[in-house]
């Protein structure tokens, strides 16, 4: 935890060492066939990136590799990205999948790496829209008052 804790924390300034010990920690007791956190490190063991992953299951792909929360250092070329793909990849076909999903931070960086990943064969799934889910304190407005329908579970 504390070899990636520098670089996570220039992603998010305000996690504490301590939170990212209980992230890392709860992430650890997920069963590595559910879920995880990967690093990818240099020969000097530097840590250059770190994700988070599960497996999840789409309507269309079967069972999907999802790779999120992509934090990656800054060198110059490809390497970076490269290797976290060739992470990803490896860990997919590991576990018998072969559809592999990278969600990526708009955080201004994100150019070089989709070109990379680009050509690593991977293409653009579309969008990501994120919010506060309503009820949770973060959004303070009424759920269901976008047309009078209910969403309900599939069962």
Do not use: K
Not at 18 to 39: A, F, H, K, Q, Y
């Amino acid at each position: 935890a504390e070899l990636a804790f520098p670089l996570v924390s220039l992603r998010h300034p305000a996690l504490s060492l301590r939170d990212w010990r209980g992230i890392v920690l709860r992430l650890s007791r997920t069963p590595c066939e559910r879920g995880g956190l990967m690093t990818v490190r240099n020969m000097r063991g530097c840590v250059l990136a770190v994700f988070a992953y599960r497996f999840a299951e789409s309507l269309v792909d079967g069972i999907v590799l999802r790779v999120t929360d992509v934090i990656m250092g800054r060198l110059p070329g490809d390497a970076l990205p490269d290797a976290v793909a060739a992470a990803a990849s490896r860990l997919a076909r590991e576990s018998g999948h072969a559809r592999v999903s990278i969600e990526l931070p708009d955080d201004g960086s994100g150019n070089d790496v989709v070109r990379a990943l680009s050509q690593a064969g991977y293409e653009d799934g579309g969008r990501l829209l994120v919010r506060t889910a309503t009820g949770t304190g973060g959004d303070r407005r009424r759920a269901g008052t976008g047309g009078g329908s209910v969403a309900q579970p599939t069962t």
